[in-house]
């Protein structure tokens, strides 16, 4: 399977503050990478999906200009959380996606963000 | 709207057969997926179902009815590592992911 990197893999941070979170296709290119974030003992919920070199598409209450989404190439794309809150406090999920073999899915192991 | 659904919570002797079963409402269909979760880490694929039947793969199985808009994953010969979060998402006419809440499966000895 594809080797996903997530970086980094879990951060605390004051409130108020942006913290960006790297994720890094090794071994193939991702021309689409979903973005996912999950609260505790809750599903998976997509946050933006986001085509390299275009602007990411939001999902209905995400918040675009406080979850910044950038992915200039086909293998690193980052999720800048911008103005922290406590709330704000989850488990970010990146799953690049290849446009091709849509039988699998691709996750990078994930990033546990902490506002204090 | 999109809906799946699955049981919360389920729990299973270790060495038992376990079936967690999955029913969706979606927008177009492109298959079905299986993923199994351990708490604080991110999901691992388990399966993929696009057409009716039962695709096994070692001691994990999974069938399919698009008519029913139905799905089970089916775990043998349970072992205490097969404990975690199991996650059915079905991909809509779009190849987006719709994600169940999925089920915690919990092994007793």
């Known amino acids: 399977g594809a080797v996903v990197s997530q970086h980094p893999s879990w951060v605390i941070c004051k409130s108020g503050t942006s913290v960006k979170i790297e994720c890094r296709s090794l071994?193939?290119?991702?021309?689409?990478m979903f973005w996912y974030r999950q609260f505790p003992k809750q599903s998976l919920m997509l946050m933006a999906t986001?085509?390299?070199?275009?602007?990411?598409?939001?999902e209905q209450g995400v918040e675009k200009d406080k979850f910044l989404i950038n992915h200039a190439s086909l293998t690193l794309s980052t999720l800048t959380v911008t103005s922290a809150h406590p709330e704000d406090s989850s488990f970010y999920i990146c799953?690049?996606?290849?446009?091709?073999?849509?039988?699998?899915?691709?996750f990078g192991p994930g990033t546990r963000l902490t506002v204090l | 709207g999109q809906n799946i659904d699955q049981p919360t919570e389920m729990t299973a002797t270790e060495g038992a057969i376990v079936q967690i079963n999955c029913t969706y409402q979606?927008?177009?269909?492109?298959?079905l997926f299986w993923y199994q979760q351990h708490a604080g880490e991110a999901p691992t694929f388990l399966s993929y179902?696009?057409l009716d039947g039962l695709e096994e793969k070692g001691r994990f199985s999974s069938f399919l009815s698009r008519s029913k808009g139905y799905s089970y994953l089916l775990l043998k010969e349970l072992q205490m590592k097969d404990s975690a979060s199991y996650l059915c998402?079905?991909?809509?006419?779009?190849?987006?992911?719709?994600w169940g809440a999925g089920t915690k499966l919990i092994i007793k000895p």
């Open positions: 986001s085509n390299e070199g275009s602007k990411a598409t939001y």
């Open positions: 179902n696009v």
């Open positions: 998402a079905v991909s809509d006419s779009n190849y987006q992911l719709i």
């Open positions: 071994d193939f290119q991702a021309t689409t």
């Open positions: 979606t927008s177009g269909f492109n298959g």
């Open positions: 799953s690049p996606q290849t446009g091709r073999d849509y039988n699998e899915q691709f």
